[in-house]
């Protein structure tokens, strides 16, 4: 997708005159609108999900809910937790938001419930209203967790930071530079392919340019045209 995407943005700025973005450039920008685009999901989940409590057209919110779901699936993980001390667990390095915190107790996987702070110390405290090791808790340290009563292991279910998108490539003898996808830093959006119009609409965006959906698709189209036709004329 990435080298689609750059191809239909290449030709867009060519088309507006607007100069050309390179390589490096484009990376970076392609990392920005990614995040973009990731970060809008679970916005979009949150407004999904309180349309469908609220009763707001309950079919298309949930739906939506479904969409959105989907598509955050592929960046879903579940891992165990290091320890990093008694209460301690380390929070994976490539969390982007955590979903769900779990320990198991005969076998069974039980849900943590996250309390602040406060909450959390006076709750070590309590005799009659003490958590159990049925039902704990735990608060959180940027990247770490303290977790009441102790348990043994935990797990963590959330969502990872997508990987970063790069167009690698090898320079010509006029020094242009050519797709080169077997590269080993290598990358390809991890985002769901029909994202790939608001993907590009954001990198122009980025690059100084505003331009339509509409118009995207037209020139898309057509750079897929210029691609066949090259494909059948070799």
Do not use: C
């Not at 685009?37 to 939506?64: C, H, L, M, P, T």
């Not at 479904?66 to 937790?81: E, G, P, Q």
């Amino acid at each position: 997708m990435i080298n689609s995407i750059r191809n239909t943005v290449l030709s867009i700025i060519d088309k507006d005159n607007s100069g050309y973005i390179s390589p490096s450039e484009f990376n970076l920008f392609a990392k920005a609108a990614q995040l973009e685009i990731y970060q809008e999901y679970f916005d979009n989940y949150r407004k999904a999900v309180s349309a469908k409590n609220n009763r707001k057209g309950s079919r298309g919110a949930s739906d939506e809910v479904k969409d959105v779901s989907n598509k955050l699936n592929i960046f879903t993980k579940k891992v165990a937790l290091a320890s990093g001390g008694t209460y301690t667990f380390t929070l994976p390095s490539d969390m982007y938001i955590l979903n769900t915190v779990l320990t198991t107790l005969n076998s069974i996987d039980d849900i943590v419930e996250e309390v602040d702070k406060t909450e959390f110390f006076y709750l070590k405290q309590a005799n009659m209203a003490s958590p159990t090791e049925k039902y704990r808790v735990y608060t959180r340290y940027a990247n770490e967790i303290d977790v009441f009563p102790v348990p043994s292991s935990a797990q963590a279910i959330y969502y990872k930071i997508p990987s970063t998108p790069k167009w690698t490539y090898l320079t010509t003898a006029g020094g242009d530079p050519i797709y080169n996808p077997s590269a080993t830093d290598f990358s390809d959006f991890e985002l769901h392919p029909e994202e790939e119009t608001q993907l590009i609409i954001k990198i122009l965006r980025y690059a100084g340019i505003t331009i339509r959906a509409e118009d995207v698709v037209s020139v898309a189209e057509g750079q897929d045209n210029k691609e066949y036709e090259k494909e059948n004329l070799t």
